[in-house]
């Protein structure tokens, strides 16, 4: 049984890796037209902020509030984000679902293999 868990997981790790490869890339102006689908969203970080609770923001084409999309660290992930606050100002590729939330464009991080620096 240990065996079929571990071989489900593979092919749950596998799957994810392939979706992320292949993913369309997409600006940050673009990302309310993919809610529900998995993209790379490329630009330049405007702003990065830590609310009081913990949770990270990295915002896309403006400063909260007037940003059009961000990435959210929730504060149980944000151990594995070391160094996020250096984005700002650096351009980057989100990768991830994109879901709305309270009307703006936004992927959830889990992982920092979703964030990779660009030139």
Same mark, same amino acid.
């Given at each position: ?9 593979? %092919? ?10 292949? %993913? ?46 961000? %990435? ?5 992930? %944000? ?11 650096? @351009?980057? @590729?989100?990768?991830? @679902? ?22």
């Amino acid at each position: 049984m240990h065996f079929i868990s571990k071989l489900v997981s593979a %092919a749950g790790l596998a799957l994810l890796l392939a979706v992320t490869a292949h %993913a369309e890339t997409v600006s940050p102006k673009e990302t309310s037209y993919y809610v529900g689908e998995t993209v790379t969203v490329e630009g330049v970080v405007s702003q990065v902020s830590t609310s009081n609770r913990g949770t990270t923001f990295i915002n896309f084409g403006g400063r909260y509030p007037n940003h059009i999309f961000y %990435a959210v660290i929730f504060k149980n992930n %944000a151990d594995r984000f070391s160094g996020v606050r250096s984005l700002e100002g650096k @351009a980057v @590729a989100i990768t991830g @679902a994109i879901e709305l939330y309270k009307g703006k464009p936004q992927i959830i991080l889990r992982s920092p293999s979703q964030i990779e620096l660009r030139n």
